[in-house]
């Protein structure tokens, strides 16, 4: 694979103080104890890359972005972070002006977390919001209400943010139009330049699951009325939507993420992270323990390949570049998809050009379907490496 394109490093931080109800993400309740020794894990496998060698068929690429992900990193603490940072910066080639986003949750942000991750370099702030409506946000479990979303923005901007990203969540149980309306309201003034938006899942191994038939979700029609509210206000605000579940003002968009539906390579270190590098993909278990024993991640086979290329592109609102296409795997997308995308996807819900295929923002609602029918088109693949 030739590659000196910059990659992603993703870093997973398990922890987080409760179990929300609906989370299926890999985390457990986080002990002092415990966060120091995993801190411990990740710096050795950092100076290391021990566990990850066998993957790497050549020397690392430089970084180009940078995100702690988790459960909770502003649980994890700024002094911890700021140690992993000044660990990246020592060990690892990193490109200049690297994006270096760190999730939080408002209930665990204050000053001195957030002044630590700046002074250290991280330069995107990602705070769970998921609804301003504090019935919305206690029923999924969340502990902090819409007023402490609005310190810890504060906080973040006094610290010198100025990337900021909230998480909004639709379908959530009771949600209306007219409360979904207030949480748009919330994060138009809050100044954040990105918006995150996600469909509750109900996932099985939650707490939701259990619950799932006494749970007042919104129905369907619902749930599609919210979509189209929340595509259309972001819209008026100036957002684009970028990305199936990712709206951005201009300039704002999430570098690591676009790199990841460009299909682009990215190292993943921590319990439950993935990888894709040279054209492998690989994953540390969910198992905290498992990591501090310092287990080797799991081999996942090839990535890269023409299905996931498709599936990746179009999730994005500039969608599947047929020269790009043919530039990553010498050949031409086959007659049958153009078939198929002509005569079996309701033209309301693709734009086809002669350069490109990519989803209106009603096909983006019936992602799983179109995909489907795509896909079918295409002639089934063996094996494929970049
Ligand atoms: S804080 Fe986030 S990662 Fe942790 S349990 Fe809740 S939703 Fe999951």
């Given amino acids: 694979m030739k590659t000196a394109e910059p990659i992603g490093l993703y870093i997973h931080i398990p922890f987080c103080r409760s179990k929300c109800p609906y989370c299926d993400f890999y985390s457990s309740v986080g002990k002092e104890e415990v966060m120091d020794h995993y801190l411990a894990a990740l710096v050795n496998e950092m100076q290391t890359l021990r566990r990850v060698s066998p993957f790497l068929k050549g020397p690392l690429p430089p970084i180009g972005t940078i995100y702690f992900g988790g459960g909770t990193p502003s649980l994890f603490g700024g002094k911890r972070i700021a140690c992993l940072l000044d660990t990246i910066a020592s060990r690892f080639s990193v490109t200049e002006n690297p994006e270096i986003t760190v999730e939080a949750n408002p209930s665990s942000t204050d000053a001195a977390f957030l002044s630590a991750i700046h002074s250290a370099g991280a330069n995107r702030l990602s705070l769970g919001l998921q609804s301003a409506v504090d019935t919305e946000r206690k029923a999924l479990g969340r502990q902090s209400g819409a007023k402490e979303t609005s310190q810890a923005i504060e ?20 949600q209306t139009p007219e409360s979904l309306a207030k949480s748009l309201s919330f994060c138009l003034s809050s100044g954040a330049g990105h918006i995150s938006a996600y ?5 099985e191994g939650t707490v939701f699951y259990k619950r799932r038939n006494t749970l007042s979700l919104p129905e369907e029609d619902t749930q599609c009325q919210l979509y189209f509210q929340l595509c259309e206000t972001l819209r008026d605000a100036g957002f684009c939507h970028y990305e199936i ?23 993943g270190l921590g319990a439950a992270a993935h990888s894709f590098l040279f054209g492998r993909r690989f994953y540390f278990p969910r198992d905290i323990q498992s990591f501090l024993d310092g287990h080797v991640p799991v081999d996942d086979g090839d990535g890269g390949t023409k299905e996931e290329f498709i599936l990746l592109s179009l999730r994005t609102k500039n969608g599947l570049d047929f ?64």
Avoid: V
């Fill in 245 to 267: 579940s990712n709206f951005a003002k201009p300039n704002e968009e999430s570098r690591h993420n676009l790199n990841y539906w460009r299909c682009g390579s990215y190292l």
């Fill in 199 to 203: 469909l509750l899942q109900i996932e």
């Fill in 155 to 174: 906080k973040a901007i006094q610290a010198g943010f100025s990337r900021l990203s909230l998480d909004l969540m639709i379908g959530i149980p009771k």
């Fill in 323 to 386: 020269a790009d296409y043919q530039a990553r795997f010498h050949e031409k997308l086959p007659q049958a998809f153009f078939m198929a995308a002509k005569n079996k996807i309701p033209p309301a819900c693709i734009h086809l050009t002669e350069q490109s295929l990519s989803l209106t923002e009603k096909g983006f609602l019936l992602e799983n379907e179109i995909l489907a029918e795509l896909l079918s088109a295409m002639p089934e693949e063996k094996s494929f490496h970049i």
